[in-house]
């Protein structure tokens, strides 16, 4: 694909939304390799920011990056309309430190790209594309960007309270952003406005530039776009913030509860690993856990167990006690999870037999560890005493504990576990497993 510019100058005027000042905004054509550029023309010198993760400097509500005292606020609604109608080189000068806030959707921004008329230039599109799967996660929000021949958006959005659980997934390309993501606005709970405005944010804000949810009510000059607003804009802010990273992306990006936070997070850890040594390929199978190992990332437990997509039921692990007797690990519950097709249509619940797995799968690590583990493999024997308290939706992240109650000849092992969901039990169980060779018998 060739990189695209616009064909023309083209402006718009308005309020920003944190700020509150009034503000002219013009896009205007750039050459191939010139990239997105900001040009704040109120400042002396008419100072130029290109957006880049490392220029990020505050991520409170909207994304904010700074140069030297240049600062350019909330960018994110004007980069995702042009990362999403796929222009590449393009200069934006404002006489203001905010973009306009508009509707706070992209849908304007659209409007006057489509205005300026994209053209091809000459020189190849460059992406960045990833070999392997990044992660990022905060509490229980998570973001996971998977290689992918395009740019895929998978979002479950959720308030504090569960009451407005959303979930949306689709690829992006230009036709697909304007109808189905551009006009996705912003969104606020109530009870957040005057911690906002003590911070001095929203300024700007109205109920024409934002959803403002209160309790199981929509506060809005007009009603819901669609029924799945609130995800459709958290998938509108990853593909502008994306941009931080300076070239078009290739992925599949999942998202759970994410903000403009873990989005740049995000970006960091894919920087970092295009820019870590490349490994040598692992020939050895299953490989050890280390008895100093304390936490394991997702590379780490598809190198302990053999389980592969759709079966591994823990994300990460966060902890391993010192002795070896206890661990605790996450598992976040995408309505993207496969089984969600058949259980149950339209009221999805996690089946509990994958809840003991995910107990089975803990338990067994933790034992790998208190052996010499290398290619060993644990396998689950049976269960007993198992409760099901609670149901565990999308949204939701588990929280596994499991502690090692039994070891006889480091051959079988028994241990308790338990899941939670925000601090209340939703399972429990006894587990027994042996450990075997790897490619070997029982």
Same mark, same amino acid.
């Given at each position: 694909m060739k990189q695209r510019s616009i064909l023309r100058d083209v402006s718009i005027k308005g309020k920003a939304l944190h700020t509150g000042e009034e503000v002219n905004l013009t896009l205007k054509p750039a050459p191939a390799n010139h990239g997105i550029v900001f040009r704040r023309v109120d400042l002396y010198g008419?100072?130029?920011?290109?957006?880049?993760? !490392? *220029?990020?400097s505050e991520l409170i509500r909207s994304t904010t990056i700074s !140069?030297?005292?240049?600062?350019? %606020? +909330? @960018?994110? %609604?004007?980069?995702?309309?042009?990362?999403? #109608?796929? /222009?590449?080189?393009? *200069?934006i000068e404002m006489d203001a430190s905010e973009p306009p806030i508009l509707d706070g959707s992209a849908k304007h921004f659209v409007n006057l790209i489509q205005q300026a008329e994209p053209v091809e230039l000459d020189a190849e599109r460059?992406? =960045?594309?990833? +070999?392997e799967p990044v992660s990022v996660t905060n509490g229980s929000s998570s973001l996971i960007a998977l290689p992918y021949d395009g740019l895929?958006?998978?979002c479950t959005s959720a308030d504090d309270r569960g @009451? %407005? +659980?959303? %979930?949306?997934?689709?690829? =992006?390309?230009?036709? +697909?952003y304007v109808a189905q993501i551009a006009p996705a606005r912003t969104f606020t709970i109530y009870e957040d406005i005057e911690e906002l405005l003590k911070l001095g944010k929203i300024q700007g804000g109205s109920l024409d530039s934002a959803i403002v949810i209160k309790g199981d009510k =929509? *506060?809005?000059k007009e009603p819901l776009r669609f029924k799945d607003e609130f995800a459709r804009h958290k998938v509108l802010d990853v593909v502008g913030d994306i941009c931080l990273l300076g070239k078009p992306l290739k992925a599949h990006i999942i998202a759970v509860r994410t903000g403009h936070a873990l989005n740049a997070r995000l970006c960091e850890a894919i920087v970092k690993s295009l820019n870590k040594p490349k490994a040598k390929k692992d020939t050895r199978g299953p490989q050890q856990v280390l008895p100093g190992e304390t936490e394991l990332d997702i590379r780490r437990i598809l190198d302990t167990l053999p389980h592969r997509y759709p079966? /591994? #039921?823990?994300d990460r692990v966060i902890e391993i006690t010192d002795n070896g007797d206890r661990l605790v690990a996450v598992k976040n519950v995408t309505y993207n999870e496969p089984y969600f097709l058949g259980h149950f249509p339209?009221?999805?619940?996690?089946?509990?037999?994958? $809840? /003991?797995?995910? #107990?089975? $799968?803990s338990a067994g690590i933790l034992m790998l560890r208190r052996i010499s583990s290398e290619n060993k493999i644990a396998f689950f024997m049976s269960c007993d005493k198992v409760k099901f308290r609670r149901a565990v939706i999308p949204g939701d992240q588990i929280v596994i504990e499991v502690r090692l109650t039994k070891n006889r000849g480091n051959r079988i092992g028994v241990a308790e576990g338990i899941c939670k969901v925000n601090d209340k039990v939703v399972s429990s169980a006894e587990l027994m497993f042996t450990i075997a060779e790897a490619g070997g018998d029982m």
């Open positions: 008419k100072p130029e920011i290109k957006p880049d993760v !490392s *220029l990020v !140069s030297g005292h240049t600062k350019i %606020h +909330t @960018i994110e %609604h004007v980069l995702s309309a042009l990362n999403g #109608m796929a /222009v590449d080189n393009v *200069l460059e992406y =960045i594309e990833l +070999t895929k958006v998978t @009451i %407005h +659980t959303q %979930h949306v997934s689709m690829d =992006i390309d230009p036709e +697909t =929509i *506060l809005s079966f /591994v #039921m823990i339209g009221q999805p619940v996690m089946p509990g037999v994958l $809840q /003991v797995e995910a #107990m089975a $799968q």
